[in-house]
């Protein structure tokens, strides 16, 4: 099945450890995109990518890093300086030409 | 930046009323609208888009309508179902030197009850 996957469901982290979530889609998507997620409000752009070896950061860039050195994978960095990392993470990608962006079912990462 | 706790707007409606759900964007470069659903716990849904070049475009009990003139982007949901209760977002794909930044709007949540 065609699809976009993130892994894992659930992550907890230490303080002051990095953190990488995974996103991978088979759709053949050049678009990529990720987005944080706090408890009921809305999604914030952190990074997205148009394109294998290329990214640009979105609006809470910060602490978070990313590559995308191949077409089927945008995985996600959470650093140490993210000061506030505890949310719902969900990662995306859009076919070319497309408007719409299909969406992974997310990973919730906590800091213990 | 970090979040300053908002707490999102709510809708609430009877099951077979239409719901009207409102969003403002702030890119006049925006070529593209869209709308997504998403439900507790899960990643959001596509529901339908529309160019800029329109302003009014329908799908199955849904249409969305555009005025570029005031930014405003509204979802309209017919005989609305409880199995609509969920968060509404709006998106705004960017153009120009931006092209392709997908940014979300704040979110609408939809309750219905039966």
């Known amino acids: 099945d065609g699809g976009i996957t993130q892994s894992p469901k659930y992550l907890f982290r230490k303080e002051g450890q990095n953190v990488t979530l995974s996103c991978e889609q088979n759709l053949n998507h050049d678009a990529m995109y990720w987005y944080r997620q706090d408890p009921g409000q809305g999604l914030r752009l952190i990074y997205y990518?148009?394109?294998?070896?290329?990214?640009q950061k979105g609006d809470i860039a910060e602490g978070y890093s990313v590559s995308r050195e191949k077409k089927e994978s945008f995985p996600l960095t959470v650093t140490s300086a993210q000061k506030n990392p505890t949310a719902f993470y969900l990662c995306a990608s859009r076919g070319t030409g497309r408007a719409e962006a299909f969406f992974g079912q997310g990973t919730r990462l906590t800091v213990v | 930046g970090e979040s300053v706790g908002l707490h999102l707007p709510t809708l609430s409606v009877q099951e077979g009323d239409n719901s009207i759900i409102n969003c403002a964007y702030s890119n006049s470069a925006s070529d593209y609208f869209i709308w997504y659903k998403q439900e507790s716990g899960k990643g959001p849904q596509f529901i339908i888009d529309i160019r800029s070049n329109m302003d009014k475009r329908q799908g199955q009990r849904v249409t969305v309508l555009l005025n570029k003139t005031v930014k405003h982007l509204s979802l309209q949901i017919a005989a609305t179902q409880p199995g609509d209760s969920a968060v509404y977002f709006c998106?705004?794909?960017?153009?120009?030197?931006?092209?392709?930044?997908?940014?979300f709007g704040q979110g609408t949540i939809l309750t219905v009850h039966p």
């Open positions: 998106a705004e794909r960017a153009g120009g030197t931006s092209y392709g930044k997908l940014t």
């Open positions: 990518s148009q394109i294998v070896n290329d990214f």
